[in-house]
């Protein structure tokens, strides 16, 4: 009988904001992957216990960015595989809409080099991720409409 090899999957959540001003601006943060290249994307971070993934989509956004934000509309869901110290992550991400109730002074976890806001138009052009710019396209149908 053949012996299988069966990698234990490891499920994470994760919840975060693509955050849009009045003037059609989009929040943005340069930061590291796990193989230590710089990328483009939005504010993300893992759901706490007790946490709803409102909560921990707005939390994030702030420790991340310093934005105060506040939900408009929850966008569609992505889910990915990646290895992380040869274990297999299967991550789905709950993603929302938001809006900047107020734009402090930048203060970053030091796992963020910087903190931009890009044009919602151009932002195709910086994302790092397809992910990512779905979501933009997705948005610039929710405020075009």
Do not use: C
């Amino acid at each position: 009988m053949a012996s299988t090899n069966i990698q234990k999957i490891k499920h994470e959540f994760s919840a975060g904001g693509v955050v849009v001003d009045n003037n059609q601006n989009v929040l943005i943060i340069k930061t590291k992957n796990l193989k230590n290249e710089t990328v483009f994307t939005f504010p993300k971070g893992h759901i706490e216990k007790n946490e709803t993934a409102q909560e921990a989509a707005l939390r994030e956004v702030e420790e991340e960015t310093g934005v105060k934000a506040r939900i408009v509309k929850e966008l569609t869901d992505v889910e990915y595989w990646f290895i992380r110290s040869g274990e297999k992550i299967h991550k789905k991400v709950k993603w929302f809409l938001m809006q900047p109730i107020e734009k402090n002074s930048v203060k970053t976890k030091h796992e963020i080099e910087e903190v931009l806001w890009y044009r919602l138009d151009k932002a195709k052009d910086i994302l790092s991720y397809d992910s990512d710019k779905k979501l933009v396209e997705q948005v610039l149908r929710i405020v075009s409409s």
